[in-house]
């Protein structure tokens, strides 16, 4: 998701585990250790995301209370996160919710590091937590592995300065950057309704910079961007890449995941917004597709790649089963370029039904379907309303056909 030619940016690095393992102990640790002392207060917690400084470096951190909002992020590509860190309490060593962090970052691809945490308490076993891990392929560099596990008490503040040191490590690894010109897109990381603010959601820019009086779509809400606040309660006039901030203005509550974006004019943003809400209970519009003009169908694609113009593919993806559906929906993003966006309409388990057909239209999807079919019902609307079902049962069939059809080949 790296933008060629970008500019470096701080990482991203959200921390998963076990609930009470102290992640956001862990991360209270870091924020005082690191951030100027009295700048902390309400917000910063409230958010759950915040950028601290470490050796004239920014690291922007995510904490995850309860793992709903980091699935809502995985299903957006997990481009949110650059590093996992995966805390362990080292007294009650891999639990179920570990294993599951574990699994979401791997399906991520993303690196992870090993915070084994309170190492102070009586009954911690750091080497026990080590074995467990190594059991599922996280074997510690201590034992000629390639996982780095890093020993620490988020009670008592040790370990703290490896850990950072060593996130600093892997994430140079990944040679972040960011293009922090033109309008810019990220995700929500959490919103609510404040009695005196309004809707305020929490955003994390990933390209471009946000700034006030920006027209944002933001999920199913919209508005101006009336301002910005960042991690330390204070009001900027913007935010570049990999900075999460605070934004009011929007008409509603967004969704913690969705996806944001800066709208050309104010009008874009209302009526995107006014077809999402309208979709919402249904669907999981995502992406820029409305953006550019309410998406395209698969025999449009090339005509407009060749304007110059951007192109976005609207798709409705059904599969048999949530593994297959998400491996489609996975590869297929993985197909994305400059010149054509993909967004899905629907993502879901099932056959093909009369409620895709319709969502079809209205969005200007192509539906296709994993190992499913469309019904007969189903099959007659699509061919009324001239809606085009794809089927497949392989997915490198699938796969080589969208791509096909995103280069202006397909036949
Ligand atoms: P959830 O967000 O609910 O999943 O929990 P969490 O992982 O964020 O854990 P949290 O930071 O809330 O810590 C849970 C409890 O463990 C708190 O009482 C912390 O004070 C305590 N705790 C956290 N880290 C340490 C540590 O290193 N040593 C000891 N002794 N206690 C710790
Ligand atoms: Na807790
Ligand atoms: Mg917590």
Known sequence: EDDEGGEDRPPVITVMGHVDHGKTKLLDQIRNANVVAGEAGGITQHIGAYQVEKDGRLITFIDTPGHEAFTAMRARGAEATDVVILVVAADDGVMPQTLEALDHAKAAEVPIVVAINKIDREGADPQKVMSQLAERDLVPEAWGGDTIMVEVSALENLGIDDLLEQLLVVADVEELTANPEGRAMGVVLESHLDVGRGPVATLLVQRGTLKVGDPLIAGAAWGRVRALVDDHGENVKEAGPSTPVEVLGLSDVAGAGDDFVVAPDQKTARSVADQREHYQRVASISGT????????????????????????????????????????????????????????????????????????????????????????????????????????????????DIESAMVGMLT
């Open 289 to 400: 597709a409305a953006v550019s003009g309410g998406g395209m169908k698969l025999e449009d694609i090339f005509a407009q790649i060749q304007t110059g113009e951007a192109a976005t593919l609207n798709l409705i993806v059904k599969a048999d089963v949530n593994g297959s559906l998400e491996a489609v929906t996975e590869s297929l993003k993985k197909l994305e370029r400059d010149e054509v966006k993909l967004a899905f309409a629907r993502r879901g388990v099932g056959g093909v039904t009369n409620d895709d057909i319709q969502l079809a239209v209205a969005t200007n999807a192509t539906i296709i379907g994993f190992n499913v079919r469309p019904d007969r019902k189903a099959r007659e609307l699509a061919q009324q309303e001239g809606v085009e079902i794809r089927t497949y049962e392989i997915i490198y069939k699938l796969i080589e």
